[in-house]
């Protein structure tokens, strides 16, 4: 789908010099933008902490450790 879209001045000047420097065209930079913006607002916020703890320290011992603080 093709779209019109406003983009500042400024913002097209940064887009060329990316395009320029990564080998890629604008139209690809812009792409990858927006589909890592859909991706993020997909991902809630406990897809996102889900397995957070995973391979650290024990919740109980780390409960004691920091109430041991107090």
Excluded: C, H
């Excluded at 093709?2 to 395009?19: C, F, G, Q, T, Y």
Aim: aromatic letters at 6%; charged letters at 35%.
């Amino acid at each position: 789908m093709r779209a019109l879209v406003d983009i500042p001045d400024e913002m097209i000047e940064k887009l060329n010099a990316l395009s320029r420097e990564k080998g890629v065209s604008r139209a690809s930079l812009i792409r990858a933008a927006l589909s890592r913006l859909v991706d993020e607002a997909q991902t809630s916020d406990v897809d996102a902490a889900f397995g957070l703890w995973r391979g650290g320290e024990d919740g109980l011992a780390y409960q004691e450790r920091v109430r041991s603080e107090w």
